[in-house]
């Protein structure tokens, strides 16, 4: 049976009083409205649950928490109304949260949705915000064709680039390194059947072509693979100096540990989603260092550092190094438009498309419904995994390679 709960998240100390003195700022007299009804199907078990539990149910939670301290979402006539929150657990099946967003909108009626995680479900689900008029704001979902998508679904948002951006930048630190003698021009590369990493592995085979790089092993797994060794050892065997995996968070956790019993040691080791969690980090520990991923963070940037230290106050866990802040700061995006145009859908998503809002990331504009200020790759350095690629932008650091071998554990 699907998981669900509904409530007004009224948690902090201090908020009930602070709701009790100011109720009358709670109503919007033409509606008589006591709450705003958010809803959202997410996946809390299964195959995603990892991934989602680390990206998006801590900053769902974190908006909704500072949002109501403060006395709920503003409107625009000043009043403030608490979110109530309505919540499915889709159990990473695909099926399962289409249902639950078409009886967020059907049954629960919820005035705004949020989005699940992952690409392959938020392309699931873009039908159905679109049909029942909910904006999306698709913060876990890469993919090149977003623009495609905004003109058949113009109330999408789609906000962590497409895979040719990330790509691109990994090609193009290859291409450094290589004609700097550090690496071969060899490249193997590993992709999960899933909606990210077929969007990945489609835009590095062009990506690396033009970049004169020699893909010389290409295979795709099934989602649920859990033996990496065949695949290491073949790609081993190319005598590839790159190896890239556009992995799901299970795999990179299960890849990392598998190489390093193989005591596989390419001079770039490049994995995917699960690379910046902060799990990852600690469970690796001085073996994470020089590995590589999509996404990084600007250590220097006291807004997304602040972000990060309340984020780790509130949850009791650091965020992830690429998709959370976007997260919330997609969050706060929605918070400002509301604020500007209450619960009106259309004038909401009109504003989303057209509008500026400051947010943890700064000053934020989306382009044609996509969000393009973005990190496009990322390593761990001196325990930080931090942002390395585009490298002319500001906050950029020289990424470090050759990756140094393994050092023993007591695994």
Do not use: C
């Not at 062009?206 to 859990?226: C, I, K, Q, R």
């Not at 490049?270 to 590995?291: D, H, K, M, S």
Request: negative net charge.
């Amino acid at each position: 049976m699907t998981l669900f709960s509904r409530r007004v998240v009224l948690r902090s100390i201090g908020v009930a009083a602070t709701l009790m003195a100011s109720v009358s700022a709670f109503a919007v007299s033409a509606q008589e409205r006591t709450s705003v009804r958010i809803g959202y199907a997410v996946s809390k078990t299964g195959a995603n649950a990892g991934g989602a539990g680390i990206t998006t149910i801590p900053n769902y939670d974190l908006w909704v928490h500072d949002v109501n301290a403060a006395g709920g979402l503003e409107m625009p006539d000043g009043t403030r109304l608490p979110i109530e929150v309505i919540e499915y657990d889709d159990r990473s099946s695909s099926e399962e949260v289409v249902r639950a967003v078409e009886r967020l909108a059907t049954q629960d009626e919820v005035d705004f949705m949020l989005v699940p995680w992952g690409t392959g479900f938020n392309l699931a689900v873009a039908p159905l915000f679109d049909r029942f008029g909910y904006p999306q704001l698709a913060v876990s979902a890469v993919t090149d064709r977003a623009p495609e998508f905004v003109e058949r679904w113009d109330r999408s948002f789609w906000l962590l680039g497409g895979g040719g951006d990330y790509t691109d930048a990994l090609a193009d630190i290859l291409v450094q390194q290589r004609d700097a003698g550090v690496i071969n021009n060899d490249v193997a590369v590993i992709s999960v059947a899933d909606g990210f990493g077929i969007d990945l592995i489609t835009a590095a085979r062009e990506s690396f072509a033009e970049a004169g790089l020699n893909m010389v092993y290409d295979v795709t797994y099934p989602v649920g693979t859990t033996d990496f060794t065949p695949m290491i050892n073949e790609s081993a065997a190319t005598g590839a100096d790159t190896f890239v995996a556009f992995s799901y968070p299970p795999d990179t956790f299960a890849l990392t540990q598998q190489a390093q019993v193989a005591q596989f040691n390419p001079k770039v080791l490049y994995l995917g989603v699960g690379t910046g969690f902060p799990a990852y980090g600690i469970n690796n520990g001085p073996n994470a260092e020089g590995i590589m991923s999509l996404g990084g963070i600007d250590i220097t940037n006291e807004a997304v550092m602040d972000y990060r230290q309340r984020h780790e106050e509130f949850v009791g866990q650091a965020p992830d190094w690429w998709g959370s802040v976007i997260t919330y700061a997609s969050l706060q995006m929605l918070q400002e438009a509301i604020k500007r145009h209450g619960l009106d859908r259309d004038a909401v998503s009109e504003e989303l498309s057209t509008g500026t809002f400051e947010t943890v990331l700064g000053e934020t504009t989306l382009e044609n419904n996509q969000l393009r200020t973005l990190w496009f790759g990322g390593q761990w350095q001196d325990g930080n995994f931090v942002a390395v690629a585009p490298s002319d932008r500001e906050g950029a650091v020289e990424p470090i390679l050759p990756k140094q071998p393994w050092l023993p554990t007591n695994n």
